[in-house]
Each structure stands twice: as C-alpha cells, then as structure tokens.
C-alpha cells in the first residue's frame, strides 16, 4: 500500500512580510548593518525575490518610516477624539502622551525602528519621510495652540519648542524602559505629571 506525503507550501511572503522583516531588523541592528540580504533573509525569501516588491533598500526603509509615523499619529488622534468634549487639558495631554506611547513601546516593530534610524538615513530617505512626520508635527501643534488659545497653557510658552520635548523626552523610552518596573499608562500619567504641574515645591519657602 502506497502513502501519499502531503506537503505544505510556505506562504508567498509579500510585501507586508519583507517590511515586517525589515523593520525587525531595522529596530534590532539600526540602518547601515542591515543589507538586503539579511532581510531576504530574515524573511524566508530569496534576495531576488525583493525586487519583485521594492527597487530598493531605501525604498523598504521609506516604507518603514511612514508607516511608524502613522501608527503613532492614528493612535494619538484615537486616544484624544475618545474624549468628552467638556474634557480638561489634563485628560486632553494625558490622553496624547498614552497614545504616543503606548504605540511606541507596545506595539511594535515599525515605531521603534523609526525612532531609531531616522537619524541615520541618507538625507533622501529623511525628505521623503518628512512629509508623514509634519503632519504628526502639524497636529501636535494645532492641539497645543488651541489649549494655549484657550488660555491653559502659558502664552509664553513656544508650542513648537514644547512639542519637540515631549516628543523627545517620549521617544527617548524605547532606550530604556522596563515593562516590568511599570506599565506604559502609568509612565505617561508620570510624564503628564512633570510636564503639567512641574518638578519644583513652590511652597518651599513659604511661611
């Protein structure tokens, strides 16, 4: 009696495959470490088989940037549009900041990877992600201006100078947070903290 062996092919890994290769690669080993090769590799495809998706490293790369980018900007808006309307600035900024980081350190590969080879690239990779990152930026703005103009936030404070802490003192967590020694709620509810009501005793001194 002959027995017939049923083999199982491999799913054809496409585009979405090599980029989440990538980006596991790109997060792991930063930008100039990581060869094509490696992520044919790293993807169960042949080298060649890239070229039938992309034409180009920095095309994967570019690929890889904006879609990290949206991810943060889509949860953000999610986290911030979930709101009542009568919400304060507290709940407003906590919101934003648990949005930027939750997707940032729980949810995956795209965002690290971003965070950590933007700065890397080659200046044409960097312009072609610019476009995706200035409408983050834009919104980020848009909403600190209308909390400023709504008088909760200093008029004296520069909005675009502010943004680009919050963004960096965030993005700065996938160096070395610790899920273990808390959860990303509650460090955005910390940062929220310092950022809204400040690090310094204003009693100190006082009779």
Known sequence: ??????????????????LNAAASLFRQHGYSAVSLRAVAQAAGIKAGSIYYH?????????????????????????????????SSVD??????LRGHLRTLLEHGDYTSANVRIFGQVPPVVRDANLPARRAYEKYLDDLLLGLQADGAIHSNVNISRFRLMLIGALNATLEWFDPQQGGVDGLADDYADYFLNGVLNQTKGEI
Request: glycine share 6%.
């Open 91 to 96: 709940d407003i900024i906590r919101a934003a």
């Open 54 to 86: 992309f034409t180009s490293k920095d095309e994967i790369v570019i690929e890889i940037l904006n879609a990290g980018i949206l991810a943060v900007h889509t949860e953000v808006c999610a986290a911030v549009d979930a709101l009542r309307p009568e």
């Open 1 to 18: 009696m002959h027995t017939h062996r049923k083999y199982q092919t491999r799913p054809e890994v496409g585009r979405e495959g090599i």
